[in-house]
């Protein structure tokens, strides 16, 4: 389930254009992802928490294990967002730091 998320209006304005993207689109498209959740920040993510500059991420199911698409989203959000201090996928096993 995909709480509101805490986070600074850079952070969800990156996040927004993302999910947004012809990408992000693709991935959509193929995990076949329902139709109200393509192009939403809670179609891709089930928690979005930003704290003292640091950001972390948990993946929907879904969306969890398709290769390269959180080293992506890494990527994109320090390019967008460069004051974030550090970016973390959180999982069950623990956190990776992106």
Do not use: W
């Amino acid at each position: 389930m995909f709480s509101r998320p805490a986070y600074s209006a850079s952070v969800g304005q990156a996040l927004t254009e993302f999910v947004e993207s012809d990408y992000a689109r693709q991935v959509f498209n193929f995990l076949r992802v329902d139709g109200a959740d393509r192009g939403q920040i809670g179609g891709m993510f089930e928690t979005v928490r930003q704290r003292d500059g640091k950001l972390e991420l948990t993946m929907t199911r879904t969306c969890a294990n398709v290769e390269g698409l959180v080293d992506r989203i890494a990527m994109y959000l320090r390019a967008r967002v460069p004051r974030l201090r550090g970016i973390y996928q959180m999982h069950k096993d623990g956190m990776n730091i992106l």
